[in-house]
DNA sequence: TCAAAAGTGTTGTTCATACACCCATGG
DNA sequence: CCATGGGTGTATGAACAACACTTTTGA
């Protein structure tokens, strides 16, 4: 008993020490998230770059993405990362909130060089994504930019910022996270043949792979559950090929 | 030429966009460094928690950590992430500045859920290390700390804010990387057994390991060059081992 | 129009590697 | 008791070979 009422001092304490609480001067930083979204076009690894309608860097390609909503009131300080960053989806790709809400952001990192960004401070949050190619022709300019379109990635212009190096880590990310987990299933529509994922495999990693030894890779899916065949076929350069849908858990 | 006329007149342009630039209104977030640091103390994986000194959550342990210095002065926006975290690092661990700059620091994550920090809008970046044992003991309160000490990961205190879940975060980070890395080397002395790396990865992934398989993996990093072979060997609870080192690249 | 050639996916084999599991030895 | 050192079987991936089916090419 004489614990609870020690803790409920505590406690007291804390609570009059929040409501007594005026947040400091001290130099905040502005905070952004950026997505870098991938997608397979032409069969070719692209992805989203929004051209800049404001200075700085005014006419540069960047990569899209804005400021976190926050604030200091303490019944609602915000939205959190992982929502600004399906916001900023849905408002610079002009996705409705449906399909903008199932694409599954991965944070990549934090990204804070002083000077990345001449106006101020700012640090920025990077989320990477993998659209279906089946949503990728939807997207179009949204918000507060001059233009959208889909970039292979060798064929990248000038990036505003640090988004260069933004961009890289996250497809060192995606590499790194294709190889453990079977997020390519992203990359592809619904159902898929087995050479359509290994040529998306082909695509991420930037070279050609073995088509008997993917295959057995793809069957051992198969049979582990993680893929399961899809009704119908479908007519390929050489022989019609069976049609693979992901199972979802 | 004309080109060349444009491209200044651009460049102009955004020049004078940044001269007349003031930071907007904008309700920024406070963002900190927030520092994961593990070590083997006593055949144990420790991590590093300080005492609070201050509300909120005064008396609770916590991370260590503290604010990123920032300003929106064109000429010096202030400290990198990185350096922030180095910093905080040594302030609180009270390390010299040579020994605290020799750890290698690893982005985790950025954290910013609302409500984490309850006095104002809080984003975390967090980091995590690998403390060299003949380090940890050098640890000592410093800074606006009430105390530090080292806690095994399986007898952890209530931590404050969101920080169980960042360490959380920052464990699976460390096996993750472990397995495809030989950072573990940052957990023993400079010289080692095989026994003991063992010890130390079985720690780590928190179950025991076969000795011959991994001695096995662990000779062929010798023959790799990862590994050297050093002078001496060691008394162990059997037949005495040879000590090796690990080869800085 | 038909047949050969080229392209592509399929199926099977070989080889090397790495790990799981087991066991004898010796300090 | 436990690290050492060795052994075997299995799973996996790399590389390669033979084959099936379709499309293209050219006589």
Redesign the interface.
Same mark, same amino acid.
């Given at each position: 008993m004489v614990k609870k009422r020690a803790r409920e001092t505590?406690d007291d304490?804390?609570q009059a020490?929040?409501e007594g609480?005026r947040?400091g001067a !001290?130099?905040? /930083?502005?905070?952004t998230v950026d997505l870098v979204i991938f997608t397979v076009r032409d069969r070719v690894l692209s992805t989203l770059l929004v051209r800049r309608g404001e200075?700085?860097?005014?006419?540069r390609w960047a990569l899209p993405g804005g400021?976190?909503r926050?604030?200091?009131d303490?019944l609602?300080?915000?939205?959190?990362?992982d929502d600004a960053a399906h916001r900023e989806l849905a408002e610079e790709t002009g996705l409705d909130a449906e399909r903008a809400g199932k694409v599954r952001l991965e944070?990549v990192?934090? !990204?804070?060089? /002083?000077?990345r960004d001449?106006?101020?401070?700012v640090?920025s949050?990077a989320y990477c994504a993998l659209l279906r190619p089946t949503l990728a022709p939807l997207v179009r300019a949204g918000g507060d930019v001059d233009a959208a379109r889909w970039y292979p990635l060798d064929e990248l212009p000038p990036l505003a910022f640090d988004h260069a190096t933004i961009l890289d880590r996250a497809l060192a990310h995606v590499r790194a996270r294709l190889e453990s987990s079977p997020i390519a299933f992203e990359l592809v529509p619904e159902t898929f043949t087995i050479a359509e994922l290994r040529t998306v495999h082909e695509l991420v990693y930037g070279q050609s792979l073995d088509p008997g030894n993917f295959r057995k890779r793809f069957l051992r899916m198969v049979e582990e559950g993680v893929l399961e065949k899809a009704r119908g076929s479908r007519a390929t350069a050489s022989k019609p090929a069976s049609v693979y849908r992901f199972v979802r858990t």
């Open positions: 505590d304490a804390e020490f929040l609480y947040p !001290f130099p905040r /930083p502005s905070v200075h700085p860097f005014k006419g400021f976190v926050v604030s200091d303490r609602d300080q915000g939205e959190s990362l944070q990192g934090a !990204f804070g060089a /002083p000077g001449p106006r101020m401070r640090i949050v």
